[in-house]
């Protein structure tokens, strides 16, 4: 398993004992696991061209850039109006960091003396070929992977594996994408994809974007209005009622979310989008997507801030808006696993936030349903993250909490600042009936 450093990359954790399942690096003072020296770099001139899948090699991050980094190789494609073999451009993996740095680079940015080949190996009995053996290390791991299904994860990687769209224009911004996205076929490959930033229809071409805009007379997402504080504002949108709108959504929420599965099933779903407003109209910032009814009482299905709008607290934002409707509801929630990483520090940063503030400003006893019933949060979801702070211990049957004021000082401190804030006295908005619309269905 590889643990992550400060900068992102890789460092191995094999053969922790002294002198068992390392060996020195040719002459430096780098230990490697056992399984590393299995490979070596290739002699240049016997490097073949085009490379094959799963090659690694050293590669500049930007065409720019004169810093290399290893890179595995995901798939390639030909340079239209090119032949030979070296008339290819190849999907890269950098190793170590997150699949949304995965790009399509030229073999220009590669260092042919840094191929790695791998020793490994064995002749195929069919062909007399030669055929690699499949490692642990072949296997890289993703930090932002969390509680998911190793067999379900594998499968979604090989699907998922080639980003099909470079970058997406959205009103002021262009942005680049992170993963792939199930738009339809005919989008496939498409260098810049524009999007009508209040219907998010997506067109090829900028020009079409532009005609279409001139006809479509929305400001705003669909859906109500039920909050309004300042230059913000946010819209409920039932997925049923707007089906058009919530799968586009979707489409473009997958651009940057790795493990998101809902596209076209919207109906059972409301959409809760946030905006910036201007004199222009109402800008989409992000979003956060629930089920209308859920049996295990989830508050948050799907969460996401556009990457031009990341680092304003909106994330943070989106958490606390979740509960505060679950407050409206009368009801206790918690977000939908599993969890990336990435979401398990959101979410252990908000509590942490929430329940230290309230234990600070309390006097006398509290219990953990007192907590619970005034935030809103899940009674699972308080002992554990009072539990990770080693605030709260298991005692006679009961859990009882431990949270010394400096102690509570500094997990608040190390928690961060709350964003963007909520004012619960904005919201104007009232919770999904499902009595009351098969009602008016069947009426």
């Avoid at 003396?113 to 642990?136: F, N, P």
């Avoid at 910036?276 to 801030?305: M, P, Q, W």
């Avoid at 304003?312 to 939908?336: A, C, N, Q």
């Avoid at 619309?437 to 069947?442: G, L, Q």
Wanted: charged fraction near 30%.
């Amino acid at each position: 398993m590889a643990a992550v450093d400060s900068q992102g990359l890789a460092r191995s954790e094999h053969g922790k004992g002294k002198g068992k399942g390392k060996r020195r690096a040719y002459g430096s003072n780098v230990s490697l696991p056992e399984e590393q020296m299995n490979k070596t770099w290739a002699d240049p001139a016997s490097v073949r061209l085009p490379l094959d899948l799963g090659t690694r090699v050293h590669c500049k991050w930007l065409a720019n850039d004169s810093q290399y980094h290893e890179v595995k190789i995901i798939e390639r494609r030909q340079l239209p109006g090119s032949s030979g073999p070296s008339a290819y451009e190849y999907y890269v993996h950098y190793m170590g960091y997150n699949r949304r740095m995965d790009e399509w680079v030229a073999l220009e940015q590669f260092d042919l003396t840094k191929v790695q080949v791998d020793l490994l190996e064995e002749l195929d009995a069919a062909g007399g070929r030669k055929k690699k053996k499949v490692t642990a290390d072949d296997h890289d791991s993703d930090s932002d992977h969390g509680d998911f299904d190793a067999t379900a994860l594998k499968e979604h990687e090989e699907f998922t594996k080639v980003k099909n769209i470079d970058k997406i224009e959205l009103g002021r911004h262009i942005m680049d994408t992170w993963y792939f996205s199930p738009y339809p076929q005919e989008f496939k490959d498409c260098k810049m994809l524009y999007l009508c930033e209040y219907s998010l229809h997506f067109f090829k071409r900028r020009s079409q974007m532009l005609r279409h805009m001139q006809k479509c007379r929305a400001k705003h997402p669909p859906g109500e209005e039920i909050y309004r504080n300042g230059n913000v504002c946010m819209f409920e949108v039932d997925g049923k009622k707007e089906k058009i709108f919530s799968q586009n959504l979707c489409y473009m929420a997958k651009l940057f979310l790795d493990h998101k599965t809902l596209y076209y099933d919207v109906d059972l779903f409301l959409f809760y989008i946030l905006c910036e407003i201007d004199e222009r109209g109402a800008h989409i910032v992000g979003y956060f997507s629930k089920e209308k009814c859920s049996e295990e009482g989830y508050n948050l299905a799907c969460i996401l801030t556009l990457p031009a709008y990341q680092r304003k607290g909106y994330g943070k934002f989106l958490i606390s808006m979740s509960y505060e409707l679950s407050k409206i509801e009368g009801k206790v929630g918690t977000p939908e696993r599993p969890l990336s990483d990435l979401g398990r520090v959101s979410y252990h940063g908000y509590w942490t936030r929430i329940l230290l503030t309230i234990i600070k400003d309390h006097t006398g006893p509290i219990s953990i349903k007192d907590l619970s019933e005034m935030t809103a949060i899940k009674t699972n979801d308080i002992v554990a993250t009072l539990q990770q702070l080693n605030l709260i211990q298991y005692q006679k049957g009961q859990h009882v909490l431990y949270a010394a004021p400096k102690v509570v000082e500094k997990y608040l401190k190390q928690a961060g600042d709350a964003g963007l804030v909520v004012d619960p006295s904005k919201i104007i908005w009232t919770p999904y009936n499902a009595e009351r619309e098969y009602a008016i269905i069947k009426n």
